[in-house]
């Protein structure tokens, strides 16, 4: 048994959606760890006690609602990353 956040998988799986749709902006995986860093520091967390797989959490908590907070904060993250990438600009 172990306490997971399940927004972290939510937010990675969101992340190339939204990052795809944002021109210029950096894809590599550092800027990609810290788009994700930052949504989830923005997102109340969500953890549930995994026993039996992470399903039923994610189909029980993650209404639409959810889903716009989530691609909001994530919309931001790529924002803030992208203008100021933690490494040298190409
Ligand atoms: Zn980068």
Known sequence: ???????????????DEVL???SG?????KCRADIAAYALNKLQPRYVVSS????????????????????IALAEAVEIVSSNPRHDKE
Do not use: Q
């Open 1 to 15: 048994m172990k306490a997971v956040n399940i927004l972290e998988k939510e937010v990675w799986d969101a992340l």
């Open 20 to 22: 795809n749709h944002k």
């Open 25 to 29: 902006a950096c894809k590599c995986n």
């Open 52 to 71: 039996k797989g992470e399903t039923l959490a994610r189909a029980e908590s993650l209404t639409n609602n959810f889903r716009v907070t989530l691609t």
